[in-house]
């Protein structure tokens, strides 16, 4: 996938419309976890009252500092901190939890969820992106190259968040059609020597461009086959959204459970 830097530049295009279709017109505040070099926080802080991304690696906030001021956002800030206490920045209207679990083993996946359901003020929308396993999880050990990676399936994440009652489901589903066809064209049709020619540049560029312009009514349409498609064809991974309300606060819980 890094190699073909324009399916990179789809994926990233389909989960901005997403996320600003849930951002709309109220100028929400916003907490980005896991917002590395900043590539969804800036997209969407335009649109927003307040945005605060947060990440363990200081080099990525600094990129993403660095892009903020360069491009005159003034309405965001990053900050470093862990997925293994509290946030302690106040509640927020839309949490973003965009390819982080996949990075984290199951106990701490748990614990990092809860922590983002804590910043969410009640009735604010928590939504989740991972790289899904089609049949069973696929764990890629840490090497030289490469951090861990877990590869969970749809139906694990969705028990997370139905392990938490104060989250309700609104939505779930691919990010995008799964099979993306130009992608499939570029690494399994096109013999690599002619990969890069300009012809073939624009010939898939274009061909972008129309998934992108169709993929909600594919989805919408023929989203029902997309699961037996990849069975059929042994594909081992999805992209995986799930969108989820908070219907309760902290301290109407406390109270039901005795505290």
Known sequence: MAEHGRYVEYIHSQERQRLLSLVGKAAPRVLDVGCGVGRIALEIAPRCR???GIDIAESLLERARTSARSSGITNVSFQNRGLDAPFGL?????????GVLNCLDDGD???ALRYCVDSLAVGGTLYIRNNCAVRQRIELPEDDEAPPFIHRTSQEYLA????????TLRREG??????????IVYYH???KFLRNRQPVRSLLD?????????AEARLRWLGPAYGAALLAIRKPTFFHVIEATR???????SRLNGG
């Open 50 to 52: 307040e945005l605060i």
């Open 90 to 98: 106040g509640t927020f209207d839309l949490v973003v939890f965009s």
């Open 109 to 111: 996946a748990e614990s």
């Open 160 to 167: 997370m968040v139905g392990g938490i009652p104060s989250l």
């Open 174 to 183: 691919y990010l995008f059609p799964p099979l993306c066809v130009p992608n």
């Open 189 to 191: 049709a096109i013999p």
């Open 206 to 214: 274009a061909w972008f461009r129309l998934e992108a312009l169709t």
């Open 247 to 253: 219907t309760a606060d902290p301290a109407g819980e």
